[in-house]
């Protein structure tokens, strides 16, 4: 009887680290986990950790000037928004930074 709670205690880890790693898993869902923001004489480095690799593009726009990294699937997180907080005001080449997350829902 011992050797069947522990064989079905083994399934049930083994079911979860399962759902863990698939494409239904909490675990494959886009996570930003660290950023570092680097200013430097001739430009500034902005760095993203993810626990996924990142589908992105990024774009100019004008009126104002502005640079756009547009990542696909990432859920705005604390670690995100804490972003706008390590520019530094003293920074040479970064004015401001701002995160957003798109809403595919129409407004109204």
């Not at 869902?29 to 950023?35: C, E, G, L, N, Y």
């Not at 100019?60 to 705005?76: A, F, G, N, Q």
């Not at 670690?79 to 390590?86: I, K």
Request: aromatic share 6%.
């Amino acid at each position: 009887m011992h050797n069947s709670h522990r064989r079905l205690l083994l399934q049930a880890i083994a079911a979860s680290w399962m759902l863990s790693v698939s494409k239904i898993g909490f675990a494959t869902s886009v996570h930003i986990v660290a950023i570092r923001v680097w200013p430097a004489s001739t430009y500034t480095r902005i760095t993203l950790e993810s626990n996924l690799p990142l589908k992105y593009r990024q774009f100019t726009l004008s009126k104002p000037d502005r640079i756009v990294v547009d990542i696909e699937d990432v859920h705005l997180n604390e670690v995100l928004r804490e972003m706008t907080r390590q520019v530094q005001a003293t920074d040479p080449h970064l004015k401001q930074v701002r995160v957003g997350q798109f809403n595919k829902k129409p407004c109204g």
